[in-house]
Nanobody, 114 residues
């Protein structure tokens, strides 16, 4: 059973930056394309970014140019560098393999104040 643990969230003012991390145990992330998702109360979980096994990346239009997804296969981690944060970025952020093939973790809360 794989376990995903997200970390790095917090409270930041608009325009600030945060770096989220996703660590996996029980499975190697290197075999999967990995994605970040986010969810706010009353809304469906939405896709944010994906990085493939080969390192190719894709982003939601709302975060393109501000967020950067990366991975470190040796450390079995995935990261999301978030710059120029906006209040609308506030959400609980989750990581998972493409298609949500792993059990969802607890997520990490990101709150951006104006």
């Amino acid at each position: 059973q794989v376990q995903l643990v997200e970390s790095g969230g917090g409270l930041v003012q608009a325009g600030g930056s945060l770096r989220l991390s996703c660590a996996a145990s029980g499975s190697s992330l290197s075999f999967n394309a990995m994605s970040w998702y986010r969810q706010t109360p009353g809304k469906q979980r939405g896709w944010v970014a994906t990085i493939t096994r080969s390192g190719m990346t894709n982003y939601a239009e709302s975060v393109k140019g501000r967020f950067t997804i990366s991975r470190d296969n040796d450390k079995n981690t995935v990261h999301l560098q978030m710059n120029s944060l906006k209040p609308e970025d506030s959400a609980v952020y989750y990581c998972n393999a493409q298609g949500g093939r792993f059990p969802w973790g607890q997520g990490t809360q990101v709150t951006v104040s104006s």
